[in-house]
């Protein structure tokens, strides 16, 4: 007896978010030996912050990991879930499971990172074009203002132009859109920084990673 629709979704959607939930910043980080990065800097899991460390070999590989896991979920289920009786659109919903299991990650006590590069990994997962216009984007903005989190924000702004125009205006532009909203969310912070004009610009060297306070309390948050 097959099982239900309904249950082979959900399974398909859980898988996706607890792949999305394997944060690469802090897995990088204790296979190599560094700090934890949700204890120094901007205490945010992300490649940004990982390259305080001063590893950049940690850095792109956590930027590598959390892309990767954004496409993996996208192609996983679009090669998987026809074949078991489900429609492909439900390869972009295991994209977005995986963008908020990086967001909010069950393995690491629902606190993660922004969500850039695995953003950036379901679009791919789209589309090509899709992922490649938005890196284009990043790209641009931050090679004339040197300001990561300005150039991470206009690609999450025309994600969901971009993904309407070359996939069409269906789930897809509103996962990418649902996507974007949760972005500038979780760069609030970047935001008021940038209206004051204090956002730290690319290439600026940051001071060497200091332990928070809570640090002592494990690795585990």
């Known amino acids: 007896m097959s099982m239900p629709s309904p249950l082979l979704i959900a399974l398909f959607i859980t898988i ?14 204790r296979l190599m030996g560094l700090d934890d990065p949700r204890d120094y800097g901007s205490g945010n899991p992300g490649a940004t912050n990982v390259l305080r460390s001063g590893r950049k070999s940690a850095a792109v590989l956590t930027l590598l990991g959390d892309a990767l896991k954004g496409w993996a979920a996208v192609w996983l289920a679009s090669h998987f879930a ?10 972009y919903w295991c994209g977005f499971a995986a963008f908020i299991g990086h967001l909010f990650p069950v393995f690491f006590g629902f606190k993660g990172g922004k969500g850039v590069a695995t953003a950036i990994g379901v ?3 789209f589309s090509l074009g899709v992922g490649l216009a938005c890196i284009a984007t990043w790209l641009a903005v931050a090679g004339v203002f040197r300001i990561s989190s300005l150039a991470a924000l206009s690609a999450a702004a ?12 269906g789930q897809a532009a509103w996962i990418a859109l649902a996507m974007s909203i949760l972005l500038f969310y ?3 912070s970047n935001i008021l920084k940038l209206v004051a004009g204090e956002e730290a610009r690319i290439g600026k060297k940051s001071p060497p990673p200091q332990p928070s ?6 690795r585990e948050r």
Request: charged share 10%; no cysteine; hydrophobic share 50%.
């Open 213 to 218: 306070p809570t640090s002592g309390r494990g």
């Open 16 to 29: 996706a978010y607890l792949l999305g939930s394997l944060s690469f910043a802090v897995i990088v980080s």
């Open 158 to 169: 025309l994600a969901p132009l971009f993904t309407a125009l070359i996939v069409g205006p």
């Open 186 to 188: 979780r760069h609030k």
């Open 123 to 125: 679009l791919l997962g």
């Open 82 to 91: 026809p074949p078991a009786g489900l429609p492909e659109t439900i390869a």
